[in-house]
């Protein structure tokens, strides 16, 4: 999965499960656009329906604890996904 | 403390309508808002009472998203009315969030549709993803979830009561409701109830053998309240809500006064958790008169609880007798919509007003033979053109409790 293809899906969930239009990549999620922790909680569930993962409840905390901007939410999902042959462009790495 | 209670804005939705003019217009033209029960892929298909208090008619909720992310059914029924009582109010939102102004409010569990989700992740079948339990089911299906989706809603942030006592339980809001802005512990309350679709409520009274399953063909001629014919209660759903205010306050921002609560009693038979009880019925009803201090001459129109169950109309009716005799009017409202539960209360309550700003008293729909049994009280049989100057409106719930409402009409 590329940066592309992960900011694409990430946009998918804001706009079809919080009702969020095109967030801005660095706007802050909280006060632009009220994405509450209610919201990050469910934001989760999305993401390990995305990545067919399971997150550890201390990661969530933590990246709770971080987790502004679309940008930081396409960081956070990309650290979940395989390494990529480098023949691939724009794929994520590690 | 002992101030005026007033009552100055009204808003329901029923299955008779959610709009005074529907409402008023099916209670004078003797319109039931009983339908045929809906299919589902649950329990329908076992249940023998195939009739149901409806609200058919289109419903437009116009929330955000961020509201409706902890709303269940039950939330957008009560969000909805009291969305409509506020417009009607015209409150400003300076009052809203000043801590004066409280929310009473509650439904019989909350959202069971909510809560059904929630079973159904636990039961399936393999299942250990306790994460496909979403964050918000809880907020939606919670017993509190319709008080404090309004408050967040509305950005309410006085006191907070959430009744839950099955049928009394928008009557208590009401009572409970008055009660705080008497003794001056608010200025103003929000009370209501509301109740969603649920077949497991109408499981509940089928297995109790208390459901009406005599017309099930003909859904619109039943439930009976005492009538020698009745076979049992209809479940229904809808909502309601009035607003309260102390009436110095209601006067100086020039709001338009409906009614005046004047007393309340509550309490329990202290036994039986089902069965009514003739002295705890008969207690409640003495208690609200003399918290209103007014004798029984001086009540006009009874709201019965009267659900059409074979034991409990006989026994309330007994009850009316040792109070009024004759003297007052009783009108079973459920004849015409069915018992809407945690609402049956507060839109019996809202009935009461709208008949009182019109000057009429609806009858007890499909009251053709009076079972002799309750013969000894001063039935409405037919549409009456008659002021109503005070009212009492009476509930009784599972788990014994019972209320007592005292209503009048508004005279500065």
């Known amino acids: ?94 | 403390m002992n101030r005026r209670v007033v009552i100055t804005a009204a808003a329901a939705i029923t299955p008779i309508g959610n709009t005074r003019e529907q409402i008023v217009k099916s209670l004078a033209n003797g319109t039931s808002g009983v339908k045929p029960l809906r299919d589902d892929e649950l329990l329908s298909k076992y249940i023998h009472s195939r009739v149901y208090g409806t609200v058919d008619y289109p419903i437009e909720f116009d929330f955000d998203r961020k509201y409706r992310k902890t709303m269940g059914p039950v939330s957008f029924y009560a969000c909805q009315v009291v969305k409509d009582l506020l417009s009607k109010a015209g409150l400003a939102q300076e009052f809203l969030s000043s801590g004066r102004l409280g929310v009473a409010f509650g439904s019989i569990h909350g959202s069971p549709s909510m809560q059904r989700n929630i079973y159904s992740t636990l039961l399936e079948e393999n299942s250990t993803k306790t994460g496909s339990i979403s964050a918000v089911d809880y907020l939606k299906s919670m017993v509190h979830t319709t008080a404090v989706n309004i408050t967040k809603m509305f950005h309410i942030t006085g006191r907070v009561l959430s009744s839950s006592t099955a049928c009394t339980t928008s009557s208590q809001s009401v009572g409970f409701g008055y009660e705080m802005v008497k003794y001056g512990l608010q200025d103003a309350m929000i009370c209501g109830g509301a109740d969603e679709y649920d077949l497991t409520t109408v499981a509940v009274f089928d297995n109790l053998l208390a459901g009406s399953t005599a017309y099930n063909d003909r859904p619109h001629l039943t439930p009976r309240p005492f009538d020698a014919d009745r076979d049992g209660l209809v479940v229904a759903e809808g909502a309601g809500a009035v607003l309260l205010e102390e009436y110095e306050f209601a006067k100086n921002r020039g709001a338009d006064i409906i009614g005046e609560v004047i007393g309340f009693s509550c309490n329990n038979n202290g036994g039986d958790l089902i069965l009514p009880n003739l002295e705890g019925i008969t207690q409640v009803i003495r208690v609200g008169l003399e918290n209103a201090g007014i004798g029984p001459e001086s009540v006009d129109f009874v709201s019965a609880h009267a659900t059409a169950t074979k034991m409990g109309d006989v026994l309330e009716a007994q009850a009316i007798e040792r109070v009024y005799g004759k003297s007052a009017p009783v009108t079973g409202l459920k004849s015409y919509i069915g018992h809407t539960m945690a609402a049956c209360g507060i839109i019996e309550t809202i009935f009461t007003l709208y008949m009182m700003e019109t000057g009429f008293i609806a009858p007890t729909l499909h009251l053709d033979n009076i079972d002799p049994r309750c013969a000894g009280i001063n039935h409405v049989r037919r549409l009456t053109e008659s002021p109503i100057r005070t009212a009492a409106v009476q509930n009784f719930a599972f788990g014994g409790v019972n209320t007592s409402l005292i209503v009048k009409a508004f005279q500065a």
């Open chain 1, 1 to 94: 999965m590329t940066r592309q293809e992960i900011q694409k899906e990430v946009y998918r969930i804001f706009r079809e499960e919080f009702e969020i239009e095109d967030p801005g990549p660095d706007d802050d999620l909280k006060d632009m656009h009220g994405f509450d922790s209610i919201d990050a909680i469910e934001l989760f569930i999305e993401l390990e329906k995305m990545l067919q993962i399971s997150l550890d409840q201390e990661i969530k905390k933590e990246a709770m604890l971080h987790i502004r901007t679309v940008n930081q939410i396409c960081d956070y999902v990309a650290q979940f996904l395989p390494e990529q042959e480098p023949s691939q462009p724009g794929t994520i790495r590690k």
